[in-house]
């Protein structure tokens, strides 16, 4: 077993484990019992924010020098955020490019996602319509088309 293999299953091991302290990751774990490489993982939308009530499904490919290269995460679910690209569900995130260290774990990198959510950055923008309401102080603008992508494309809770 090479070392990308039990790293990996290591995370998975302290994923099964009932974590109470993040509520927001509902799951997280290969995608297909043959291929550690290619996992899957269900964010909830946290409450207090437009993305409350949906659960969002993210895409993770773990490349074949994990942990010192970061995966590639997206979203599978369809979401409106400035910084994720509405098409394709690429994600603008530092920690997925140039800021990733090998004490990152994709749980970790999972929770930062749920953290960008909450935190849009309109000023490195994937989808510049939603970028530009909050750059116009448009919240309330923001907010509403956020919540109709929300109950258009999340999976209900």
């Known amino acids: ?83 994720v690209h509405i098409k394709t569900g690429e994600i603008c995130l530092d920690i997925l490019k140039t800021d990733w260290s090998p004490a990152w774990t994709l749980k970790s990198a999972v929770l930062a996602i749920s953290l960008l959510l909450s935190n849009p950055e309109p000023n490195s923008p994937l989808n510049c319509d939603a970028a530009n309401l909050l750059k116009c102080d448009d919240t309330l603008g923001y907010e509403s088309l956020v919540r109709m992508y929300t109950s258009l494309h999340a999976i209900k809770e």
């Open 1 to 83: 077993m090479d070392s990308v293999s039990r790293r990996l299953l290591k995370e998975l091991k302290e994923y099964s484990k009932v974590d109470p302290s993040h509520p927001e990751i509902t799951y997280i774990g290969p995608a297909d019992d043959d291929n550690l490489m290619e996992w899957t993982a269900h964010l909830k939308g946290l409450s207090g924010t437009p993305y409350e009530g949906g659960t969002f499904e993210l895409f993770i490919k773990v490349p074949s020098h994990y942990p010192m290269q970061p995966p590639t995460i997206s979203f599978v679910t369809t979401v409106c955020h400035p910084n």
